[in-house]
């Protein structure tokens, strides 16, 4: 711990907080060096969606690192890419025609407002600017920041950052606003609005109905304006179907999908785009062509866990887990949702969230995090409030004793507050 050159990410040093060790992990369980067994109450960050170490992925990950380790993908491909691809397309919805690889959530959503721009400027339509909901989340790279909330996050950067346009978010009896600022918005020809589907993540576990989403799609879609869906965090199941857009039967002209693509094991990321996307991209002009790579493209040993987790989720009964995990969660939920300073109690698919009463005022950088966040790592508990909200994400496997162990951390914390 003392003495690692390691600069960790969201990580102040200066407040000197342990940082555990950990060295492996099975299912829903972590195990750190100091022989502790910690429950992964968020999934590692959203990602773990089988659980750890999954026997499935593990070995399809193993037996790919014998035949093919990195290949250059411009212009060159191979069949776990080849496979992974036609397996997407037969498994998200039909018209989103084309894959797109890169290695991470942020690059996914660079890459789809990389397309959406080229979609227009390859149509000699100068359009550029893009429409964003009110504290969304898309990633840390410049471009994700951009269309992503303001904050102390990003306050330093700002500089960098390019203006676009806010929708309020449509909270409940709101929901008009959200949809009359699109409306509006639309008229002024944008090029693209980016969402997250039925529930903003890092903005604080926010839900919204699936009539507006299915209403933003159809706004959009009237006035020839880009629907890019940000499934990175609610794709492979979280909220309770294989996509978010499902609930609202919306099929989006981009889908951003990562985080649990590869079951949360390796990291990779897919845009998918639509035939008119890929369409206007393709000529005999080379100044056309779509002008994005990284050096890890379509990785192959990163494509082979994803296949695998593909092949679980057409072979398992994957939805009847995760309905079932919906079920035990929300028994636990309600109990803990009438304890004294708790507000705003709600779920959607595998995740729940409540937020606490602060009187030292809400916020990320609010007191109360980090007192949260110490009671948790003493209970030996992986939960990462987001300021005053608490959420519980965890990899579908988790059996009823560790989300007890979660349900039971979150009160004896509450009490404590
Ligand atoms: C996590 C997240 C991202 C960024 O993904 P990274 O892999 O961390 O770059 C983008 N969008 C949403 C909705 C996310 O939750």
């Known amino acids: 711990m003392t003495g690692s050159p390691i600069w960790h990410p969201f990580t102040q040093h200066g407040l000197n907080e342990p940082v555990p060790l950990v060295t492996h992990a099975e299912g829903a369980a972590l195990h750190t060096a100091d022989g502790r067994r910690i429950v992964d109450g968020i999934s590692s960050w959203w990602v773990t969606t089988h659980g750890h170490c999954h026997p499935r992925i593990m070995a399809a990950i193993a037996e790919q690192t014998t035949k093919l380790d990195q290949i250059i993908f411009a212009g060159w491909t191979h069949e776990p890419a080849e496979t992974l691809a036609r397996g997407l397309t037969a498994m998200m919805p039909p018209a989103l025609t084309r894959v797109f690889f890169s290695d991470s959530g942020s690059t996914s959503v660079e890459v789809a407002l990389k397309m959406a721009l080229g979609f227009w400027a390859n149509r000699g339509e100068h359009r550029g600017r893009i429409l964003v909901m009110e504290h969304s989340y898309h990633g840390d790279t410049i471009g994700a920041m951009s269309v992503g909330a303001r904050g102390v996050f990003n306050q330093a950067y700002a500089p960098l950052l390019f203006d676009v346009g806010t929708l309020p978010f449509p909270a409940a009896g709101a929901e008009q606003a959200t949809l009359d600022?699109?409306?509006?918005?639309?008229?002024?020809?944008?090029?693209?609005?980016?969402?997250?589907?039925?529930?903003?993540?890092?903005?604080?576990?926010?839900?919204y109905v699936a009539r507006v989403?299915?209403?933003?799609?159809?706004?959009?879609?009237?006035?020839?304006?880009?629907?890019?869906?940000?499934?990175?965090?609610?794709?492979?199941?979280?909220?309770?179907?294989?996509?978010?857009?499902?609930?609202?039967?919306?099929?989006?002209?981009?889908?951003?999908?990562?985080?649990?693509?590869?079951?949360g094991a390796v990291p990779l990321a897919v845009t998918m785009a639509s035939g008119a996307i890929y369409a206007a991209h393709l000529s005999d002009d080379r100044a056309k062509m779509f002008f994005h790579s990284s050096s890890y493209t379509a990785n192959p040993i990163a494509c082979a866990a994803a296949?695998?987790?593909?092949?679980?989720?057409?072979?398992?009964?994957?939805?009847?887990?995760?309905?079932?995990?919906?079920?035990?969660?929300?028994?636990?939920?309600?109990?803990i949702a009438k304890l004294p300073n708790v507000r705003n109690a709600r779920a959607l698919g595998t995740i729940t969230a409540l937020d606490l009463v602060d009187e030292r005022g809400a916020g990320y950088l609010s007191q109360l995090g980090p007192q949260l966040l110490a009671h948790f790592r003493e209970q030996d508990l992986l939960l990462r409030p987001l300021g005053n909200t608490v959420y519980v994400m965890p990899p579908y496997c988790i059996d009823d004793a560790d989300l007890d162990r979660l349900y039971d951390g979150i009160a004896s914390a509450i009490e404590r507050t």
């Open 307 to 335: 296949n695998a987790n593909l092949a679980i989720w057409r072979e398992e009964p994957v939805a009847a887990r995760i309905a079932d995990l919906a079920a035990r969660q929300a028994a636990r939920l309600e109990s």
């Open 181 to 207: 600022a699109l409306e509006a918005a639309c008229r002024e020809a944008p090029a693209a609005l980016i969402v997250e589907p039925l529930i903003l993540g890092a903005g604080g576990m926010l839900i």
């Open 213 to 263: 989403l299915s209403e933003m799609r159809a706004i959009c879609a009237r006035h020839g304006v880009l629907f890019i869906a940000d499934e990175v965090m609610t794709g492979w199941g979280r909220t309770g179907t294989l996509l978010a857009c499902e609930q609202a039967d919306v099929v989006p002209d981009i889908l951003c999908l990562s985080k649990g693509l590869t079951g």
